[in-house]
């Protein structure tokens, strides 16, 4: 059976057109994934003043915000699970959870079902949390209005790891993060090049167009490794190994020449953006 994903949120038109497009897409269509998304307000206690649904009430102790209930939270957690007999890994998009990340991503591609929780307003009462054994997972540091695209991340992370989803069935292995060192330590993807040969002066490592697949081998781990280092430090990588003046060497033989110039230049960068990728407040 398809990886089931069940999305609960109070917005659900946000995810048709992800869902329906690209990698995503394509996994839904051939039967790899099965994504179902929600709407909370189907389980509210009544209206509002304003004549929603209503799903919120304010804090005790007073604060600012508002906070989620407990019952219709838990009310559409228990009957959305009852739709599947198989039991789901319950997670709740929240800045207090563990940091996602490729490892996280790997495992919910290998499960059977998983639900995503999007919170919103300024956090989930904590009792519905402990009582639903709610997983909590935050994408990063930084806030969000919702759990909504966090949710969007995670579903998009898992299913280019599910077999067949991808083009070719080495894609997902060579992503960054999915690269890992010695230790087992995520690393960063290395540069990626294509036609043309020169490009405003620019030129292809003369390695990449050698035929030696053992020496391409080598020059993407070196640059995978260097890239690591210099832009994400904080993965602690590879420290006392002896690869730094070994890069530095490989790269100094093969790497990135300006036609008629001194000077070395690299372009087309991989496929992550420097610094981490970061996420909401109990909004999320």
Known sequence: MPLRIDILTLFPDMFAPVLGTSIVGRAIAQGLLEVNVHDIRKWSL??????HNRVDD???????????MCEPLCAAIEAVEAQDPRPSRRILLSPAGSKFSQVIASTIAKSERIMLICGHYEGVDQRAIDEMKLEEISIGDFVLSGGELPA???VDAAARLIPGALGHEDS???DSFSLTSEEGKPLLDCPHYTRPREWRGRIVPDVLLSG???????WRREESISRTRERRPDLDLLHGQPLEDEASMLHRSVGLSLVGKSSSASCCSGTVLPGQIAHER???
Not at 212 to 218: F, G, L, P, V, Y
């Open 212 to 218: 030696d697949h053992q020496a391409i081998a080598k």
């Open 58 to 68: 304010r804090p005790f102790g007073g604060g600012p915000g508002m906070v989620f």
């Open 46 to 51: 009544g209206r509002d003043a304003g004549g």
């Open 282 to 284: 109990n909004h999320t």
């Open 172 to 174: 997902a292995a060579e």
């Open 152 to 154: 969007l991340a995670i």
